[in-house]
């Protein structure tokens, strides 16, 4: 099956955009299991269902090798109203697949029609339908319930569409790819009263206009300045008139980092800052740091597979694209294998075009050379020499990313 193969193209458009008119969120995905389910019942593929929640792994083993490969798919959706007027537009008020998973999950479906397809390999391949990926406890869930136990993998992939870089052209990185992200909550407590008494109260919300100018310090005042950061506050909610100050102020937001040791420091001046500000005003603030997610690293070995995956189906591979700051939960599975998380381009993001906005969408054109990828690598995978000791960064016990000596085959502890 070749990738002008316009029959299997439209194919994967069908299933690509039904996909998007029945969007489900985090830990909701019980429609969309049963429409994987479907298909991978039609293609003769055994699976296993209701992996952590709705998760499913499929397995394709051929024999003649005991080595075996997992590919992973996130498969959930957002809390966006989407913006887009199109056939298949999101059939469910306040719910749309803004970030491409559509697309993973249809490219990951394709994959297993090829290599269910073709004799040319042996081995196990396990194809991982994740759910959960937006509120990051998809792949805890996942793992907590025996993904790695259950399946052998000796190295798992992923990939990312990813708006802005030109259509069907493929980015892979060495080391990190996604951050640790992970959102932090601060409450300040002050006195009520009437907006024309001003002294009377404890005003929570000059306070909190402190705060947000004090908080774009952290970063800049706080870390090394070769070590990439980000502090964003993303929520504000106080008071519910216009004469009266409240008694409180939420302020909510994330932070971003590849180091999770500096993830601390700035959880440390977050506090800091909080309470001082809070000291100077009389009132009280209450600060809640998550731990923070895990940083998605490729290993080098598999990042080389990766990309040789990405020049044999005639991808144009790019080696110098800077990684993001956006965080993802592969990050927990690439810690316990190595393995390699890569790029397709989207093409243009255009007005409104990038990830998690309510105009965005998941560019068809592309599905064929995804799902090609994932094929290819896992073939490549299977047939790959014996990488022997593979040195890759990944957070050690006290956190710090690390160059570490790690065979193939080894779990991590977290």
């Known amino acids: 099956m070749q990738m002008h193969d316009q029959t299997f193209a439209a194919q994967l458009t069908e299933w690509r955009r039904y996909l998007h008119a029945h969007p489900e969120l985090s830990f909701e995905e019980a429609e969309t299991a049963r429409f994987i389910a479907a298909r991978l019942t039609e293609m003769g593929i055994p699976f296993e269902s209701g992996i952590g929640g709705h998760g499913i792994v499929a397995t394709i083993a051929?024999?003649?090798?005991?080595?075996?490969?997992g590919l992973r798919a996130d498969m959930d959706a957002l809390p966006i109203e989407e913006a887009n007027d199109v056939a298949y537009r999101s059939t469910k008020?306040?719910?749309?697949?803004?970030c491409g998973h559509d697309g993973h999950t249809t490219a990951l479906l394709g994959a297993a029609k090829l290599l269910a397809?073709?004799?040319d390999w042996s081995g196990a391949v396990h194809l991982i339908f994740q759910p959960a990926e937006e509120k990051g406890g998809g792949a805890k869930a996942m793992l907590a319930d025996g993904l790695l136990e259950r399946f052998s993998m000796d190295r798992v992939f992923a990939l990312h569409n990813w708006p802005g870089l030109p259509a069907g052209e493929i980015a892979v990185h060495s080391g990190p790819v996604f951050a640790a992200g992970g959102p932090f909550y601060i409450t300040l407590h002050g006195v009520a009263g009437h907006a024309a008494a001003p002294h009377l109260t404890k005003d929570t919300i000059v306070a909190a206009g402190h705060l947000l100018v004090a908080l774009q310090t952290v970063v800049?005042?706080?870390?090394?300045?070769?070590?990439?950061?980000?502090v964003t506050v993303g929520k504000i909610s106080g008071g519910t008139v216009t004469n009266q100050i409240p008694e409180r102020v939420e302020i909510a937001g994330t932070i971003r980092t590849y180091d999770l040791t500096v993830r601390r420091e700035i959880a440390d001046a977050i506090h800091r800052v909080s309470d001082g500000i809070a000291a100077t005003y009389g009132i009280r603030a209450e600060v809640n740091v998550s731990p923070g997610g895990q940083v998605s690293i490729n290993a080098p070995g598999e990042t080389e597979i990766a990309a040789s995956a990405a020049a044999a189906i005639g991808a144009v591979v790019h080696r110098d694209i800077p990684p993001t700051m956006g965080g993802d939960d592969m990050g927990y599975i690439l810690a316990k294998r190595p393995g390699a998380y890569i790029w397709i381009g989207n093409g243009p993001a255009l007005r409104d075009g990038e990830l998690h906005n309510p105009r965005y969408d998941f560019n068809d054109e592309i599905l064929p050379t995804a799902t090609h990828w994932f094929a290819e690598v896992a073939k490549r995978s299977l047939d790959a020499e014996d990488l022997g000791p593979t040195s890759y960064l990944r957070p050690s016990s006290d956190d710090r990313l690390v160059l570490e000596q790690q065979t193939p085959l080894g779990c991590q502890e977290d």
Do not use: F, I, K
């Not at 008020?93 to 803004?98: E, L």
């Not at 800049?220 to 980000?230: D, H, K, T, Y």
């Open 62 to 69: 051929r024999p003649g090798s005991n080595r075996s490969v």
């Open 93 to 98: 008020p306040g719910v749309m697949h803004a």
């Open 117 to 119: 397809d073709d004799p």
């Open 220 to 230: 800049s005042r706080n870390v090394n300045p070769l070590n990439p950061a980000v």
